[in-house]
């Protein structure tokens, strides 16, 4: 296993997921530890001690978030659990709720009572069958154990937790949208300041942490913080769920220590490039990161400041495998058929831009591709960087400055003759990106 396993440590049977095999493992002792010894301004400090950096995507210091909060400002405060796992790539989140769903509960107990939160969320995407149905039942297990509701394990502290089940729409991950959602309104993305810990769900301060992220908190509160940040990269503590997914071998959700070699984990834990085909590149963390080639990580280690330096980022943990001869035109147009579909349309740059993009990228891929066209993506792109509430404008340029300036040939080579390079070939490809 590539490195240390912090929450991949069990083996997956068909009771795993259960309170009573959960407790088997030692679950909920970390709580009861908490409630019993513990203020609630510790239980902040060893979060923050402890390094660990949001699993969602933008890898801000889950301790730094959570200082912002007064527990004596007289407000109720909100904690929410982000489990829409919308980043087509990303399926990682989707481990945790079906094999380790009382995890997540415990660890959102946990970060509950370091907030003074007495009503939590998950906002967990609808699609999701098995995980939902999984996530309820552990609830409800715990509700009946004491675990959750009125004075939690006989402590003076009371939790309720809702799972609010989403309706698909990829905005609603982003932290704002998805509030506006629990609200019951359209899950519109809100301009920032004030920000969410200020006004959140409410109007009221509000914690909205990954799924990921929380359930690393029975782990750090279990150790102790300063224990976790000798974990991992020296900026990057503790592991990452990684699902990879694409033109890989042996796909699926793997637990790499950060720090770990890029090329190994590719090439030796998953098995290498499917049918031994070359790599061609990879899109590191969501296709809201930019791609890498299979040159760029030679030696890049699985660290925030290694694939910063490589050019790229983490993102959601979700890397896509692309093998030589893949088309790369093709592959940018299933990105940005994605980004036009689920723009919520409320900033003109993201609205009429990503339908801009993609028409333009329509017309190449239909032999009506100009070169002058190349130079339009590229301003669409400009135009939409940080220019837009929420990242999502800033996000499909990455993808198309990213891809534009690796495989400009592709698209000029399509634009010139009229068809692709590699007969249009996705293949793997294509099918992973539709169904994220
Ligand atoms: C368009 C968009 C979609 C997002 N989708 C998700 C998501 O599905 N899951 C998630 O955890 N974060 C998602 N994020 C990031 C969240 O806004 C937020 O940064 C994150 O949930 C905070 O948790 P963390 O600090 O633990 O990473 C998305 C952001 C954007 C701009
Ligand atoms: S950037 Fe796009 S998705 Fe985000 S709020 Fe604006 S229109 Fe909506």
Not at 110 to 139: K, M, S, T, W
Not at 252 to 261: D, I, K, N, R, S
Not at 292 to 312: C, M, P, Q, R, W
Not at 332 to 351: A, D, I
Request: proline share 4%.
């Amino acid at each position: 296993m590539p490195g240390r396993q912090l929450l991949m440590t069990f083996p997956v049977t068909a009771t795993s997921h259960l309170l009573a095999a959960y407790r088997e493992r030692g679950g909920y002792e970390t709580l009861r530890r908490v409630l019993t010894t513990m203020k609630p301004e510790q239980v902040t400090k060893e979060v923050a001690a402890s390094g660990i950096l949001g699993h969602g995507g933008a890898a801000f210091p889950a301790g730094r978030k959570w200082q912002v909060i007064h527990l004596d400002d007289g407000q109720p405060h909100y904690l929410c659990a982000n489990a829409d796992e919308g980043e087509p790539g990303t399926f990682k989140d989707r481990w945790i709720l079906e094999n380790a769903p009382h995890r997540l509960v415990e660890s959102m107990v946990i970060a509950g009572y370091a907030l003074q939160v007495h009503n939590a969320f998950v906002y967990i995407r609808g699609e999701f069958d098995l995980p939902c149905r999984r996530l309820q039942a552990a609830i409800d297990e715990a509700y009946d154990a004491g675990l959750l509701g009125e004075r939690i394990m006989g402590s003076e502290y009371s939790m309720d937790l809702v799972a609010h089940r989403g309706a698909g729409s990829y905005v609603c991950g982003e932290a704002s949208g998805l509030l506006t959602s629990i609200e019951g309104r359209k899950g519109y993305p809100r301009n920032r300041p004030p920000r969410l810990t200020v006004r959140g769900l409410f109007q009221r301060p509000t914690v909205v942490n990954n799924v990921e992220t929380l359930s690393n908190l029975s782990v750090i509160l279990a150790m102790g913080g300063e224990e976790f940040r000798k974990i991992g990269a020296p900026k990057s503590p503790g592991t990452q769920l990684v699902s990879i997914s694409g033109h890989v071998a042996k796909p699926g959700v793997y637990e790499l220590e950060f720090g770990y070699p890029v090329k190994k984990f590719i090439f030796e834990d998953c098995g290498g490039v499917l049918g031994g085909r070359g790599l061609k590149c990879i899109v590191p963390g969501g296709i809201s990161t930019k791609v890498l080639t299979g040159a760029e990580i030679e030696n890049v280690t699985y660290d925030h400041a290694s694939f910063a330096k490589a050019g790229s980022g983490l993102g959601s943990g979700g890397m896509i495998v692309i093998a030589e001869g893949t088309c790369m035109v093709r592959l940018l147009q299933v990105m940005v058929r994605f980004y036009h579909h689920e723009s919520c349309g409320q900033c003109t740059p993201c609205r009429d831009g990503m339908g801009w993009m993609h028409k333009l990228i329509d017309g190449i891929v239909e032999g009506r591709g100009r070169r002058e066209d190349l130079a339009r993506m590229e301003a669409i792109a400009l135009a939409n960087d940080g220019t837009t509430i929420c990242g999502m404008g800033d996000a499909c340029g990455y993808a198309v400055t990213g891809i534009l300036a690796k495989y400009r040939d592709e698209f000029e080579y399509w634009i010139a003759n009229g068809r692709s390079k590699f007969d249009g070939r996705l293949e793997v490809a294509e099918a992973e990106l539709a169904h994220a």
